[in-house]
T-cell receptor, first 115, second 110 residues
Framework: NAGVTQTPKFQVLKTGQSMTLQCAQD?????MSWYRQDPGMGLRLIHY???????DQGEVPNGYNVSRSTTEDFPLRLLSAAPSQTSVYFC??????????????FGPGTRLTVT | ELKVEQNPLFLSMQEGKNYTIYCNYS?????LYWYRQDPGKSLESLFV?????AVKQEGRLMASLDTKARLSTLHITAAVHDLSATYFC??????????FGTGTRLQVFP
C-alpha cells in the first residue's frame, strides 16, 4: 500500500490564481480530511469527508472547496489564492468514523506559497 | 467550541531527565490522540486514549487521560536525543472533527 499520497510536494502561486491539491489513499478508508499547518498554530481542520459524496466544513473552510466523488480521492481546491493561504497542507485518512477508534494516517504534505 | 491547549510550547531537556507535556481541552471528550512530527515531516500516530484513566506506554513515552479534568499528559522518561520532535495532542468532541493543540516542540540535548 502507498498509504496517503499528496501532490504536488511544493507549489508557488500568485495571488488570485486557483489550483487543486491532490490527495489519494489506497486503504479503502471512509474518512478523509484536510489540515493546514502554520507556525505556532498547530494543525487546523479545513474540510473533511466521511464517505464518497459527503463533505463537511472544519475550523477554517473559507477560501477552499472539496468534493469526494470516489473513496480514494479527496482534492482540495483553492478558488482564488491569497497570501494568507501560504501554509503546509496535510491530507489524512482513517477507516471508519470517530466512534470506531481507528488510527489516522497523514500524507507527506504540500508546501504552498502564495506571493 | 472545542479548544485544545498544550503546555509548554517549547521544552529544552537534558538527556536522562524526565518531563511531562500537558494537554487541556475545553469540552467533554473521551478520545484523545498524541502525534509526533519531525521537522519537515508528516505526523506519526503515537497513542490513542479512549477512556477515563487510560494509560499507554511505548518506550520512554507514557500517555494518560483524565476525562473529568479534561487533561492528558505525555510523560517522557530518561529523555534521549531521538525524542527531539514536536508533539501534538488532538481531541474529538462527539464528531468526526479532530481538533489539534498548538504542539510542544521538544529539544533534547546532551
Amino acid at each position: 500500500n502507498a498509504g496517503v499520497t499528496q501532490t504536488p510536494k511544493f507549489q508557488v502561486l500568485k495571488t488570485g490564481q486557483s489550483m487543486t491539491l491532490q490527495c489519494a489513499q489506497d486503504m479503502n478508508h471512509e474518512y478523509m480530511s484536510w489540515y493546514r499547518q502554520d507556525p505556532g498554530m498547530g494543525l487546523r481542520l479545513i474540510h473533511y469527508s466521511v464517505g464518497a459524496g459527503i463533505t463537511d466544513q472544519g475550523e477554517v473552510p473559507n477560501g477552499y472547496n472539496v468534493s469526494r466523488s470516489t473513496t480514494e480521492d479527496f482534492p482540495l481546491r483553492l478558488l482564488s489564492a491569497a497570501p494568507s493561504q501560504t501554509s503546509v497542507y496535510f491530507c489524512a485518512s482513517r477507516k471508519g468514523t470517530w466512534t470506531e477508534n481507528y488510527e489516522q494516517y497523514f500524507g507527506p504534505g504540500t508546501r504552498l506559497t502564495v506571493t | 467550541e472545542l479548544k485544545v491547549e498544550q503546555n509548554p510550547l517549547f521544552l529544552s531537556m537534558q538527556e536522562g531527565k524526565n518531563y511531562t507535556i500537558y494537554c487541556n481541552y475545553s469540552t467533554t471528550s473521551d478520545r484523545l490522540y498524541w502525534y509526533r512530527q519531525d521537522p519537515g515531516k508528516s505526523l506519526e500516530s503515537l497513542f490513542v486514549l479512549l477512556s477515563n484513566g487510560a494509560v499507554k506506554q511505548e518506550g520512554r513515552l507514557m500517555a494518560s487521560l483524565d476525562t473529568k479534568a479534561r487533561l492528558s499528559t505525555l510523560h517522557i522518561t530518561a529523555a534521549v536525543h531521538d525524542l527531539s520532535a514536536t508533539y501534538f495532542c488532538a481531541v474529538n468532541h462527539n464528531t468526526d472533527k479532530l481538533i489539534f493543540g498548538t504542539g510542544t516542540r521538544l529539544q533534547v540535548f546532551p
